[in-house]
């Protein structure tokens, strides 16, 4: 299994950049795709971004031009680079892992961390 951490969360003003990371711990040794995803008040959860262990990965249409995801295999990290936040990008922020190097999928993540908020203000 694997247990996963998000940081950097906050309120910031529309405009503004936030960095999230999420440390992932338990079996890492295995390859393993992190991805991020967000649910707004009263919306479903949407992805945000994914990354392999190898470096293949992808964004939301939304994100894209705005975020950037990477990742530090040695440290376990993911983490997910937002800038010119707009208020339609407040919400909780998950990080999630699944075995594999499947980052190009948007399902069969089986680990979730717990959230972070992202609140950007107008």
């Known amino acids: 299994q694997v247990q996963l951490v998000e940081s950097g969360g906050g309120l910031v003003q529309a405009g503004g950049s936030l960095r999230l990371s999420c440390a992932a711990s338990?079996?890492?040794?295995?390859?393993?795709?992190m991805g991020w995803f967000r649910q707004a008040p009263g919306k479903e959860r949407e992805f945000v971004g994914s990354?392999?262990?190898?470096?293949?990965?992808r964004l939301s249409d939304s994100g894209k031009g705005r975020f950037s995801i990477s990742r530090d295999n040695a440290k376990n990290t993911v983490y997910l680079q937002m800038n010119t936040l707009q208020s339609e990008d407040t919400a909780v922020y998950y990080c999630?892992?699944?075995?594999?190097?499947?980052?190009?999928?948007?399902?069969?993540?089986?680990?979730w961390g717990q959230g972070t908020q992202v609140t950007v203000s107008s």
């Open positions: 338990g079996r890492t040794e295995r390859s393993y795709v």
């Open positions: 990354i392999s262990s190898g470096g293949g990965s």
């Open positions: 999630a892992a699944k075995y594999g190097s499947s980052w190009y999928t948007l399902t069969g993540y089986d680990y």
